[in-house]
């Protein structure tokens, strides 16, 4: 399977990273990547070497505590918990 036959199968609000060598290429909604043009196009061939669903749970005062930063950090949180956020990316290794 392709990059660009997985990405057929979800919508453009979900959420996608792109990994490639071990290096995050793209971390947002789909909608955003395909508009990319350049960097779309330049991965829609390559084959998908592994894909999962893997849920991002921060706390929400992270920065303030200094823990792990959340893939998009300037993103307003999915879900709000009493002290964590949760967003769910479709992780696809190229």
């Given at each position: 399977m392709t990059v660009g036959d997985?990405?057929?199968t979800i919508t453009n609000p979900d959420r996608v990273r792109i990994v490639q060598q071990d290096k995050d290429i793209f971390?947002?909604?789909l909608g955003v990547f395909v508009l990319e043009t350049d960097?779309?196009?330049s991965v829609v061939n390559e084959k998908?070497?592994?894909f999962q669903a893997v849920p991002e749970i921060r706390h929400r005062r992270w920065k303030e505590l200094n823990l792990m930063r959340p893939l998009e950090p300037?993103?307003?949180p999915d879900y709000r918990f009493s002290d964590?956020?949760?967003k769910l990316y479709y992780t696809v290794y190229i």
């Open positions: 997985f990405l057929a971390v947002g909604f960097l779309f196009d998908v070497i592994k300037d993103e307003t964590l956020e949760m």
